[in-house]
Protein backbone atom coordinates (compact mmCIF):
# COMPACT_ATOMS: atom_id res chain seq x y z
CA UNK A 1 0.00 0.00 0.00
CA UNK A 2 3.30 2.58 0.58
CA UNK A 3 4.33 1.73 -2.54
CA UNK A 4 1.06 2.60 -4.56
CA UNK A 5 0.84 5.96 -2.18
CA UNK A 6 4.03 6.95 -3.22
CA UNK A 7 3.83 5.93 -6.83
CA UNK A 8 0.43 7.87 -7.29
CA UNK A 9 2.44 10.97 -5.46
CA UNK A 10 5.13 10.79 -7.81
CA UNK A 11 2.51 10.18 -10.43
CA UNK A 12 1.21 12.95 -9.93
CA UNK A 13 3.92 15.35 -9.69
CA UNK A 14 5.06 14.33 -13.23
CA UNK A 15 2.20 14.96 -14.89
CA UNK A 16 1.66 18.21 -13.17
CA UNK A 17 5.19 19.27 -14.28
CA UNK A 18 4.27 18.14 -18.26
CA UNK A 19 0.46 19.83 -18.23
CA UNK A 20 2.06 22.71 -16.75
CA UNK A 21 5.83 23.18 -19.17
CA UNK A 22 4.19 21.22 -22.88
CA UNK A 23 1.56 23.72 -23.23
CA UNK A 24 3.71 26.98 -22.13
CA UNK A 25 6.66 25.89 -24.43
CA UNK A 26 3.69 25.07 -27.31
CA UNK A 27 4.94 21.27 -27.56
CA UNK A 28 2.37 18.65 -28.11
CA UNK A 29 0.37 17.08 -25.88
CA UNK A 30 -0.27 13.56 -27.93
CA UNK A 31 2.63 11.92 -25.53
CA UNK A 32 0.93 13.46 -22.51
CA UNK A 33 -2.76 12.35 -23.83
CA UNK A 34 -1.19 8.58 -24.30
CA UNK A 35 0.14 8.61 -21.10
CA UNK A 36 -3.26 9.53 -18.93
CA UNK A 37 -5.22 7.51 -21.40
CA UNK A 38 -2.78 4.84 -19.99
CA UNK A 39 -2.79 5.96 -16.42
CA UNK A 40 -6.72 6.08 -16.31
CA UNK A 41 -6.96 2.54 -17.46
CA UNK A 42 -5.68 1.36 -14.01
CA UNK A 43 -8.02 2.68 -11.22
CA UNK A 44 -5.09 2.76 -8.74
CA UNK A 45 -3.85 5.42 -10.78
CA UNK A 46 -7.00 7.73 -11.40
CA UNK A 47 -7.10 9.83 -8.21
CA UNK A 48 -3.53 10.63 -8.84
CA UNK A 49 -4.27 11.39 -12.58
CA UNK A 50 -7.27 14.15 -11.63
CA UNK A 51 -5.36 14.98 -9.32
CA UNK A 52 -2.67 16.42 -11.31
CA UNK A 53 -5.30 17.61 -14.29
CA UNK A 54 -7.56 19.38 -11.51
CA UNK A 55 -4.19 21.49 -10.83
CA UNK A 56 -4.21 22.42 -14.60
CA UNK A 57 -7.44 23.31 -14.20
CA UNK A 58 -6.87 26.33 -11.85
CA UNK A 59 -3.51 27.32 -12.76
CA UNK A 60 -2.95 30.42 -13.61
CA UNK A 61 -1.64 30.09 -17.53
CA UNK A 62 -4.93 30.00 -19.69
CA UNK A 63 -3.09 27.80 -22.10
CA UNK A 64 -2.05 25.12 -19.17
CA UNK A 65 -5.94 25.23 -18.24
CA UNK A 66 -6.84 25.03 -21.99
CA UNK A 67 -4.33 21.85 -22.26
CA UNK A 68 -6.05 20.64 -18.84
CA UNK A 69 -9.60 21.12 -20.53
CA UNK A 70 -8.25 18.52 -23.61
CA UNK A 71 -7.00 15.93 -21.30
CA UNK A 72 -9.43 15.92 -18.88
CA UNK A 73 -11.63 14.60 -22.65
CA UNK A 74 -9.04 11.95 -22.37
CA UNK A 75 -10.15 10.18 -19.47
CA UNK A 76 -13.56 9.91 -20.62
CA UNK A 77 -13.03 6.58 -22.17
CA UNK A 78 -11.70 4.84 -19.23
CA UNK A 79 -13.07 6.17 -16.53
CA UNK A 80 -16.63 5.45 -14.03
CA UNK A 81 -19.84 6.72 -14.48
CA UNK A 82 -19.28 8.22 -10.80
CA UNK A 83 -15.71 9.41 -11.90
CA UNK A 84 -17.06 11.30 -14.98
CA UNK A 85 -20.07 13.01 -12.97
CA UNK A 86 -17.78 13.82 -10.03
CA UNK A 87 -14.70 14.71 -11.21
CA UNK A 88 -14.13 15.40 -14.94
CA UNK A 89 -17.91 17.09 -15.47
CA UNK A 90 -16.69 19.62 -12.74
CA UNK A 91 -13.76 20.65 -13.92
CA UNK A 92 -15.03 20.89 -17.58
CA UNK A 93 -17.59 23.12 -15.62
CA UNK A 94 -15.02 25.35 -14.30
CA UNK A 95 -13.50 25.94 -17.79
CA UNK A 96 -16.04 25.58 -19.55
CA UNK A 97 -17.11 29.61 -18.05
CA UNK A 98 -13.38 30.82 -18.33
CA UNK A 99 -13.32 34.04 -20.05
CA UNK A 100 -9.80 33.29 -21.44
CA UNK A 101 -10.28 30.12 -23.02
Known amino acids: MFQDAEANEEIHAQ ?3 FLCALPVCGTPLDSLDMSIRSLC ?9 LTAL ?3 VVHPRPVVRSAAASLFVATVGSS ?3 VVATRVVPALVTLSSDPDL
Open 15 to 17: LKR
Open 41 to 49: KEPAHQDAV
Open 54 to 56: WDG
Open 80 to 82: SED
